[in-house]
């Protein structure tokens, strides 16, 4: 996302939400361009390694190497990561796996009721 504002000392918040790039109003034709141009070469880069979630008003962009598991219920996705961190996503796991384009497994959570005799 490249952000375009008159508000130039939002410019680290907005870099705080992942965006690409912010262009100071008033805009000239070369620094557009040159914001244009750096989400081309992002763009055609290869973003499939990565996962974009969305969680508490800003946006994680997740290696999907470092992805451990994926699950959910209704309308939340926790995402587990190597590390042992949890991001939670406000969106059904079913998103997060479709944008993926590795194939996981999908296993289903094995609950006991009673130590086995």
Request: charged residues 30%; glycine residues 2%.
């Amino acid at each position: 996302m490249i952000v375009v504002s008159a508000h130039a000392d939002r410019a680290v918040e907005a870099f705080a939400r992942v965006v690409l790039d912010f262009v100071p109003k008033p805009v000239t034709e070369s620094r557009l361009r040159q914001a244009l141009e750096r989400f081309q070469a992002r763009a055609s880069s290869s973003l499939s390694d990565r996962l974009v979630v969305r969680s508490q008003g800003r946006a994680d962009i997740i290696d999907i190497a470092d992805i451990f598991r994926i699950s959910g219920a209704d309308d939340y996705s926790e995402i587990l990561l190597a590390s042992g961190r949890t991001v939670a996503e406000r969106a059904a796991a079913s998103r997060a796996r479709a944008q993926l384009a590795y194939d996981f497994a999908r296993a289903p959570l094995l609950r006991r009721e009673s130590a086995p005799r």
